[in-house]
């Protein structure tokens, strides 16, 4: 997942991306030399993707360590690492062309996981520098500025002048970062997650900052991972033989930590000291598996910390294995504080949309389909001479994510999003049993209902006639609204 070239970005096209308020000129070198000065991020960019309640962005306070069990000592020791399975975060121009990406061996279609399978993709901008990484994962991430949007691929590479790739999905730069219960995937990552999500840029590793103010992004090898629960929120999937190959007790989407008295005054070089103060602060989730290697943090491709630079470094190889056996799942904590110092409750997840538009769909009426659109999580309907009506029971209208399910009990309110003159009816079964049945509603239509035990559903849509239309559901759980966030007074790291 690395890249054999680093992204050079020019000051005009960081300025206007980044969006900081102060970008010292010294923060555009990315030689090991480069010395910057305090800068504040602004969230949902280029230099610092996603929201600032983002889980990348926010830190928890008094968090709660499983001591029972360390990671395990493997082949190799543990690394940080810009190399072949990592990735790189290309900035995109607003001038840049399309770009349409094949499938594997030059097929016409590109897996897409959120649609439900294989589709066209066209990147509506492709920067020239895109090198995807140079390991069989072949990782390559890219940031859209006029969109916010950040596209990832896996195993990325041009063969006879065509970009393939075997796998592809996208993310709102200005989101959480991570899949919720309807779309599931957000990047090339086995946790469903953007591949740069995480990363230790190069723009910040000579930033004079103690510490990265961001979590990082971390694999862990088989003997480490769990068989028996191979994720858990905020992660949305995870390497689907967990069952037959992991022999561990850390689910993918963990966040990892050092305890907060880990002694980090004596290690050298600083560049590892800044890795660990992360680690005891924000920590790492866990997001992908790796062969062999205890953990692995991500860096930018073409980024150095200046580890092992001359040679194999006994001492930072020991501190590396001792930050191995001193790293912790984080089971809970008293309260989080994201990257704008505020605290908030992120401790479970927030309310979400629990059902997905993705079918696949069987027509009932009518001579033409209409097409699941992931940009906007909507059926979308051709116009059409007479009545196109569709059904999903299946069950892939709930969501694919086991944490995101609605629960037996709560209070669910449906939504309905339409235009063009499109409705959709959400039938809510318990057992053999027909439960609530939201009837046909168009735009704004609205219904609240206890969601049942045992609960499976049916969704129908109906097109309208004579022009094109969308239609998409939304199942939220509903919730006593959450107290105002407030600035935190004190912290040990200060405001970011």
């Not at 990735?87 to 990406?101: E, S, V």
């Not at 020239?128 to 859209?144: C, Q, R, V």
């Not at 239309?469 to 966030?485: H, M, Q, T, W, Y």
């Given at each position: 997942?690395?890249?054999e070239?680093?992204?050079s970005?020019?000051?005009?096209?960081?300025?206007?991306?980044?969006?900081?308020?102060?970008?010292?000129?010294?923060?555009?070198?990315?030689?090991?030399?480069?010395?910057?000065?305090?800068?504040?991020?602004?969230?949902s960019?280029?230099?610092?993707?996603?929201?600032?309640?983002?889980?990348?962005n926010?830190?928890?306070?008094?968090?709660?360590?499983?001591?029972?069990f360390?990671?395990p000592k493997s082949?190799?020791?543990?690394?940080?690492?810009a190399?072949?399975?990592s990735?790189?975060?290309?900035?995109?121009?607003?001038?840049?062309?399309?770009?349409?990406?094949y499938?594997?061996n030059?097929?016409?279609?590109?897996?897409?996981?959120d649609?439900?399978?294989?589709?066209?993709?066209?990147?509506?901008?492709?920067p020239?520098?895109?090198?995807?990484?140079?390991?069989?994962?072949?990782?390559?991430?890219?940031?859209?500025p006029?969109t916010?949007?950040?596209?990832?691929?896996w195993?990325l590479?041009k063969?006879?002048?065509?970009w393939?790739?075997?796998?592809?999905?996208w993310?709102?730069?200005?989101?959480?970062?991570?899949?919720?219960?309807?779309?599931?995937?957000?990047?090339?990552?086995?946790?469903?997650?953007?591949?740069?999500?995480?990363l230790?840029?190069?723009?910040?590793?000579?930033?004079?900052?103690?510490?990265?103010?961001?979590?990082?992004?971390?694999?862990l090898?088989?003997n480490?991972l769990?068989?028996?629960?191979?994720?858990?929120?905020?992660?949305t999937?995870a390497d689907?033989?967990?069952?037959k190959?992991?022999?561990?007790k850390?689910?993918?989407g963990?966040l990892?930590?050092?305890?907060?008295?880990y002694?980090t005054?004596?290690i050298?070089p600083?560049?590892?000291?800044?890795?660990?103060?992360?680690?005891k602060?924000?920590?790492?989730?866990?997001v992908?598996?790796?062969?062999g290697?205890?953990?692995v943090i991500?860096?930018?491709?073409g980024?150095?910390?200046?580890?092992?630079?001359?040679?194999?470094d006994?001492?930072?190889?020991?501190?590396?294995d001792?930050?191995?056996?001193?790293?912790?799942?984080?089971t809970?904590a008293?309260?989080?504080v994201?990257g704008?110092?505020?605290v908030?409750n992120?401790?479970?997840?927030?309310?979400?949309?629990?059902?997905?538009?993705?079918?696949?769909?069987?027509?009932?009426?009518?001579?033409?389909?209409?097409k699941?659109?992931?940009?906007?999580?909507?059926?979308?309907f051709?116009?059409s001479?007479?009545l196109?009506?569709?059904t999903?029971g299946?069950?892939?209208?709930?969501?694919?994510?086991?944490?995101?399910?609605?629960?037996a009990?709560?209070?669910?309110?449906?939504?309905v999003?339409?235009?063009?003159?499109?409705?959709?009816?959400?039938m809510?079964?318990?057992g053999?049993k027909?439960?609530?049945d939201?009837?046909?509603?168009?735009d704004?239509?609205?219904?609240?209902?206890?969601w049942?035990?045992?609960a499976?559903?049916?969704?129908?849509?109906?097109?309208?006639?004579?022009?094109a239309?969308?239609?998409?559901?939304?199942?939220?759980?509903?919730?006593?609204?959450?107290?105002?966030?407030?600035?935190?007074k004190?912290t040990?790291?200060?405001s970011?």
């Open positions: 997942m690395f890249f070239k680093s992204l970005v020019s000051a005009r096209q960081l300025t206007k991306v980044i969006g900081w308020s102060v970008l010292s000129a010294c923060a555009l070198n990315l030689s090991a030399h480069a010395q910057t000065t305090t800068t504040t991020p602004t969230f960019t280029y230099a610092t993707p996603f929201s600032a309640q983002s889980k990348w926010s830190r928890p306070i008094q968090p709660v360590l499983d001591m029972s360390t990671i082949t190799y020791y543990p690394e940080i690492s190399g072949a399975y990735t790189g975060l290309f900035l995109a121009k607003a001038d840049d062309q399309p770009m349409k990406i499938g594997t030059g097929a016409v279609l590109v897996n897409n996981p649609a439900g399978g294989n589709t066209e993709v066209t990147i509506p901008r492709w020239a520098s895109t090198l995807p990484a140079s390991g069989s994962d072949g990782h390559a991430d890219i940031y859209d006029v916010n949007v950040i596209h990832s691929f195993q590479k063969v006879n002048g065509k393939q790739a075997a796998l592809y999905a993310s709102p730069a200005d989101g959480t970062g991570w899949g919720d219960a309807a779309h599931f995937y957000h990047g090339a990552r086995a946790t469903g997650v953007a591949a740069s999500a995480g230790i840029r190069a723009h910040e590793i000579n930033d004079g900052q103690p510490m990265y103010r961001h979590a990082l992004a971390m694999s090898t088989y480490a769990s068989a028996t629960e191979p994720y858990v929120w905020p992660a999937a689907g033989d967990a069952a190959t992991n022999s561990g850390i689910p993918q963990s990892l930590m050092l305890p907060a008295d002694d005054s004596k050298f600083t560049s590892l000291r800044k890795v660990a103060e992360t680690l602060t924000y920590g790492a989730y866990v992908d598996r790796n062969v290697t205890p953990f991500y860096m930018e491709t980024s150095t910390l200046g580890i092992h630079a001359k040679g194999w006994n001492n930072a190889a020991a501190e590396l001792r930050i191995r056996a001193n790293l912790r799942r984080v809970s008293g309260t989080w994201d704008n110092n505020k908030f992120g401790a479970t997840p927030p309310p979400q949309n629990g059902l997905s538009m993705r079918g696949p769909w069987t027509r009932t009426a009518g001579t033409v389909d209409p699941f659109d992931t940009w906007s999580q909507s059926l979308v051709p116009a001479p007479t196109i009506s569709v999903n299946n069950g892939s209208g709930l969501g694919k994510v086991k944490w995101g399910a609605p629960v009990g709560t209070t669910q309110q449906w939504t999003t339409a235009t063009g003159g499109t409705s959709l009816r959400l809510v079964y318990s053999s027909l439960s609530y939201t009837g046909y509603l168009g704004k239509g609205t219904r609240r209902f206890v049942p035990t045992g499976w559903i049916v969704l129908a849509a109906n097109s309208g006639v004579n022009k239309g969308s239609i998409k559901g939304d199942l939220v759980p509903v919730v006593e609204p959450a107290p105002a966030a407030t600035a935190l004190s040990s790291t200060g970011r």
